[in-house]
């Protein structure tokens, strides 16, 4: 049975440190159990710990996956990872830092390289982020690294520091039950068939694609078919001729929308990168291979076909055979996979809530599954933490459903459309390009040209990964009459509430996101005197920290002298003079204000100080 959590009820202050067996039971307590322990999981644990929350993080498989799956840490999550403190040592375990991110689409691996998109490296990246500094760019590089490595790194990161966080991998949530006032969960090893029973003030599902949470809660899944989107956009004409073609040449039967992954160490590494180095390989056929670490270990991801036996394909053979190449190399992984594009109608309600692929889950195209995920484990994370140590309120986890499901309505979106680039290049592939002589030539500079004319997004799209606003959010002082075009592949720095802030280094050398505390961080750029603001968050226990900088480029660049960033690094409030009613702004950002001030109360709030 599911309550409906009293939203008129105020959560009591808890004990937040510990979690605590209650005497005489068998129970177990804490303020938030965890389920799940992949990535968005294991961040949020990270983000409660850094908040100095103590959790039970639950994982019903006994180890971290060995699955490749991610393999992009972009900036915007190593922002939040370097705010978390963890960024330089999940960095350890990546790719390193003088390897490029180039994207080469080839004929084949012994072919000719058709396109080829270079990206920096991350240290030439930083180079520049030091050098442009005009809040363009992400203070973080992106990552390369495999989800098989990132989860081992913040799960010994959380053992190593977060004593306050209880981690039990081999135990699977199995029931739960909420009601005004926590969640009775019931959890079950999985090895000896043993049940333990929590008491938990809040419960995050974290539990990916087939979410027990969010089966449990009775939320819905809307899916696109990614084939019916196809069909849609591209058109039969286009697809029917590339399907028949592929038939006719190799008897390759049409796509069912499922992918073979073979994930394989070979010491070859001047045969997978033949063109240089390469952190995609992409074929026109439809093939991908990901240089998981540029040195043995690769991925391999093939579109199988109508009525294939997955199960029946010998991995080896299968991977010879796409890449027209036999080579010495050890299989770690081959299953068949299908990639999806779906979002849960709900992020949850009362006391239970979703995070990461148990809301929303997409094609790898951008990569955007895990990184939206830890925006949401971030986001989720600050928001439990105000509400268990009393400085904020209930309306936050409705401004959670707010502000993180319109970003991953937006990332699904794009994640869709560079799936279709793909598509389109593969209906453009013609087997001409693998011939010799003028014909192949021919075929294979038309096909790069095309390809290059279409582009690569997914590799590009900053205003994805950094642009999302908070816009309808009920906890923003938000400005609707300032909002500004919203483009999937610009980022405009911008101080509009709502946004990330743009990123710099000070005169002094510091980055202006270093200085950004753990609860909400009013960055004043002039002198102003803000004792009643401070009062206000004081008389409310709002962890706040003033910053004075003094700068003109970051002063331009925040656009006003008062601008307040939360701790998850967005900006709630901006302003030129300190409100006449400090208070008013507080209680919106801290999810007090009574239920919508209306509108042209809030628009007088925000006029007054602009
Ligand atoms: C081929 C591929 C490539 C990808 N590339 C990228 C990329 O480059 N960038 C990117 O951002 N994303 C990428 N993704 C997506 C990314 O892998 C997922 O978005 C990410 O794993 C989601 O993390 P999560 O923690 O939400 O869910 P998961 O990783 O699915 O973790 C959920 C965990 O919950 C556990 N669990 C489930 N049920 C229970 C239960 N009842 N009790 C306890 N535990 C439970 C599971 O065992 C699992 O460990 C890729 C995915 C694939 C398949």
Redesign the pocket.
């Known amino acids: 049975m599911f309550n409906k959590f009293d939203s008129a009820r105020r959560v009591q202050p808890v004990s937040t440190a510990s979690t605590t067996k209650r005497a005489s039971s068998t129970v177990d307590e804490t303020p938030v159990l965890i ?7 294991l961040t949020l644990a990270l983000t409660l710990a850094h908040q100095g929350v103590a959790a039970i993080l ?4 006994p180890s971290t ?1 060995t ?8 900036g915007r999550s190593m922002e939040l990872f370097r705010h978390l403190g963890v960024a330089g040592e999940l960095r350890k375990v990546a790719v390193p830092e003088d390897h490029p991110f180039d994207v080469s689409w080839v004929t084949k691996l012994d072919g000719s390289e058709l396109a080829r998109f270079r990206y920096p490296t991350p240290a030439q990246r930083r180079a520049l982020i030091h050098e442009w500094n005009d809040g363009t760019l992400a203070l973080e590089p992106a990552m390369r690294v495999s ?1 098989a490595l990132l989860e081992p790194a913040l799960k010994k990161i959380l053992e190593s520091r977060a004593s306050q966080i209880d981690i039990r991998f081999g ?3 199995h029931t739960f039950a909420q009601d005004a006032d926590g969640v009775d969960a019931v959890i079950r090893c999985a090895a000896t068939g043993e049940t333990r029973a929590i008491r938990a003030q809040f419960l995050a599902g ?7 949470v969010r089966t449990g809660l009775g939320i819905d899944l809307d899916d696109i078919d990614p084939r019916r989107l196809a069909m849609r956009e591209l058109g039969l004409r286009r697809l029917l001729p590339a399907a028949i073609r592929a038939y006719l040449s190799d008897r390759e039967r049409p796509m069912d929308g499922r ?1 073979f ?1 073979i994930h394989f160490t070979s010491p070859n590494r001047e045969l997978f990168e033949p063109f240089g180095t390469a952190w995609h390989t992409q074929s026109p056929e439809g093939w991908t291979l990901i240089s998981q670490n540029d040195r043995d270990t690769w991925t391999l ?1 093939t579109p199988i076909g109508v009525g294939t036996d997955a199960d029946a394909i010998d991995p080896k053979q299968f991977l010879f055979t796409k890449l027209g190449v036999a080579f010495d190399c050890e299989i770690i992984c081959a299953n068949a ?1 299908r990639p999806r594009l779906s979002l849960a109608a709900k992020y949850g309600h009362g006391r239970v809530w979703l ?4 809301a929303h ?1 997409v094609v ?1 195209a951008g ?7 830890v925006g949401d484990a971030v986001g989720l994370g600050w928001m439990l933490a105000a509400i268990l140590q009393g400085w904020g309120e209930h309306r936050l986890l409705e401004a959670y459903e707010a502000e993180r499901r319109p970003v991953a309505i937006r990332n699904r979106t794009a994640s869709a459309r560079h799936t279709l680039v793909r598509l389109a290049i593969k209906t453009l592939y013609r087997k001409a390009i693998h011939s010799q002589g003028w014909n192949g030539e021919r075929s294979r500079r038309r096909l790069g040209r095309e390809i290059l004319d279409l582009g690569n997004l997914e590799n590009e799209a900053d205003g994805i990964e950094f642009g999302y606003r908070y816009d309808d959010s009920p906890v923003i002082c938000s400005e609707p009459h300032t909002a500004p075009a919203d483009h999937m592949h610009a980022y405009a720095p911008g101080t509009r509430p709502g946004t990330r802030p743009p990123s710099l280094f000070l005169e002094d050398g510091g980055a202006v996101f270093d200085l950004f505390g753990l609860g909400f961080t009013l960055l004043r750029f002039a002198d102003l005197d803000v004792d009643s603001l401070a009062a206000a968050a004081a008389d409310r226990g709002v962890p706040l920290k003033i910053v004075d900088i003094r700068d003109s480029r970051a002063r331009t660049l925040y656009e006003r002298d008062l601008v307040m960033i939360r701790p998850d690094h967005h900006v709630a409030w901006r302003g030129n003079t300190v409100p006449d009613r400090p208070e008013a702004i507080l209680d919106r950002i801290r999810g007090a204000a009574p239920a919508w001030t209306t509108r042209s109360a809030h628009r007088e709030l925000v006029d007054s100080t602009s």
């Open positions: 389920v799940g322990g992949g990535p968005v999981g639950v994982e019903r498989n996956t699955h490749p799956k991610m393999d992009i840490t972009n989800q135990w699977a949530l974290c539990d990916g694609a087939g979410s027990t992918i992954l991801h996979w995070a990461g692929d148990s889950q790898p990569g955007y599954g895990m990184n939206t995920g």
